[in-house]
């Protein structure tokens, strides 16, 4: 494999594989000294044309404690505000001698556009509605390891709750757990549902209430604020009072359950209730699990020179 | 050059068990005891016999913990070997101001505990490092030797040394 650019792309063993390979990196973060010699001598360049926290120093931290160099390509401070190409500026870094590029982008497609313009391996952090596949393969890493379901997903039922339609996380979560094996509900007002859902394999939901006590999964995704001057959302606290996730929806969830968000959380929006007091809450687990899932994305694509069973050309 | 062709036992079950008895007793004697040991299974192969050898420790003095180490990550052919899923490090105590044992199968070109050196300094820093192997079959590429070996077998190079409880057999 030499890009990351969809959790299309990857079949349900690919999945499978890189998620084995995170358990070795996962072991990596544990040690006194977490970091090992693999990525030696390659240079990772992130490239984010988009704001981002916690999935750049996540990569950051990833590449580091592979021993890869890393460089942080800060756009606001680059020739891109004079005016240079996207390809301009792929093809003068390239030049320097780059193994990969993490791209995120807000258009769809930045990142297969960018392999065309170099010879390094590209993983996309995130662009546009399209995919944010490192996103997906945390998410399912953390239950593979919280529900304990090594195997696959087989039986489980995972509601994503909130704006499915200009969500990239939601694409690439559906596609990831369904290919493992999971049952998928989506949840969310019909303005917050893509016009379409052919190929999608998933039921849809516009009743949160009625799917909560079913659910081994309750993935809740950011709301984002801009929507509502597209006047998709009536109001915060109408979308809140349906969608929200409070107490007393809280209590009616399994006592095994899961409550997972992608970050950044809004608090009294979809996330009422304190996460600190939710027993199922994995939500600073998914953090964690997103440096050990990128160790072995970049590991992977880098260094290990072996391939996945059943690789993707 | 071997006579025979196909596969030739060299150890059987009973000589494996009968080295680990004896090895034991040589890490109890080198060490005056047990405390303070803990043995280092190397991933894959060295993982049952640091297991085995770690019973026959517990028969003569005190038990020691066991762990297991994957080298994957260090080696210097890192790339040309692919991971080994599931077969994860497991170093249960600190391996601050410990011996160590590291315990592997077949000694060969050296590579690999070259590899395992190098990731027990993550760990902590160990007292000592101790090498133990059923198998050394020559051909180092670097300066290592071990301190307890079951059986010393001079091999050619393209030979194939397979270690398993159920004997050693060159192939």
């Given at each position: 494999m030499k890009h990351l650019l969809s959790i299309a792309d990857l079949s349900g063993s690919d999945i499978h594989g890189l998620l084995e390979l995170t358990d070795h990196m996962a072991e990596i973060s544990q040690r006194l000294i977490p970091k090992v010699p693999a990525l030696r001598g390659k240079n990772v360049v992130s490239l984010f044309f988009e704001d981002s926290t916690r999935t750049r120093t996540s990569f950051d931290t990833a590449a580091k404690r592979l021993s890869a160099d890393t460089m942080n390509f800060a756009v606001s401070s680059s020739s891109v505000n004079k005016g240079e190409s996207l390809r301009d500026t792929i093809e003068t870094i390239s030049a320097m001698g780059v193994d990969a590029f993490v791209v995120r982008h807000k258009s769809s497609g930045a990142p297969q556009m960018i392999t065309r313009w170099t010879t390094a391996s590209v993983v996309n952090a995130g662009d546009g509605w399209h995919q944010h596949p490192t996103q997906a393969l945390l998410d399912c890493y953390t239950i593979r390891t919280n529900l304990n379901r090594r195997d696959g997903f087989d039986g489980l039922h995972i509601a994503v709750v909130g704006d499915i339609k200009h969500s990239r996380v939601a694409r690439s979560d559906v596609q990831a757990f369904a290919a493992l094996g999971a049952h998928v509900t989506l949840v969310a007002p019909p303005t917050l549902l893509p016009p379409s859902l052919e190929g999608w394999p998933v039921d849809v939901s516009y009743d949160l209430d009625s799917v909560l006590p079913d659910l081994d999964v309750?993935?809740?995704?950011?709301?984002q604020r801009e929507r509502m001057d597209d006047a998709l959302l009536p109001s915060l606290r109408e979308y809140s009072?349906?969608?929200?996730?409070?107490?007393?929806?809280?209590?009616?969830?399994?006592?095994?359950?899961?409550?997972?968000h992608p970050g950044p959380m809004n608090r009294g929006v979809e996330m009422v209730v304190d996460p600190a007091e939710?027993?199922?809450?994995?939500?600073?687990?998914q953090v964690t699990n997103g440096v050990a899932v990128r160790m072995a994305v970049l590991f992977h694509l880098l260094g290990s020179g072996a391939d996945l069973k059943g690789d993707a050309p | 050059m071997p006579a025979t062709t196909g596969p030739r036992e060299v150890l059987s079950a009973d000589d494996i068990r009968r080295a680990l008895t004896r090895i034991a007793h040589e890490i109890v004697e080198r060490n005056h005891g047990t405390e303070g040991l803990v043995l280092v299974g190397l991933q894959r192969g060295g993982v049952w016999i640091a297991t085995e050898l770690a019973g026959f420790l517990a028969g003569i003095e005190q038990a020691v913990p066991v762990g297991s180490l994957d080298v994957s990550f260090h080696r210097d052919d890192v790339g040309l070997r692919p991971i080994v899923p599931g077969h994860v490090t497991s170093i249960p105590v600190s391996l601050d101001g410990r011996t160590v044992v590291l315990v592997d199968d077949v000694l060969y070109t050296g590579r690999t505990v070259r590899a395992a050196l190098e990731a027990?300094?993550?760990?902590?820093?160990?007292?000592?490092?101790?090498?133990?192997?059923?198998?050394?079959?020559?051909?180092?590429q670097l300066p290592i030797r071990p301190d307890y070996v079951g059986k010393n077998l001079p091999t050619a190079g393209d030979e194939d040394v397979q270690v398993s409880p159920d004997g050693v057999v060159i192939a």
């Open positions: 309750l993935y809740l995704l950011r709301v009072s349906m969608y929200g996730l409070t107490a007393a929806r809280a209590a009616r969830l399994s006592p095994q359950a899961l409550v997972m939710l027993a199922g809450s994995v939500i600073l687990d | 027990l300094n993550e760990y902590g820093r160990p007292h000592a490092v101790q090498l133990a192997v059923i198998i050394d079959r020559g051909h180092r």
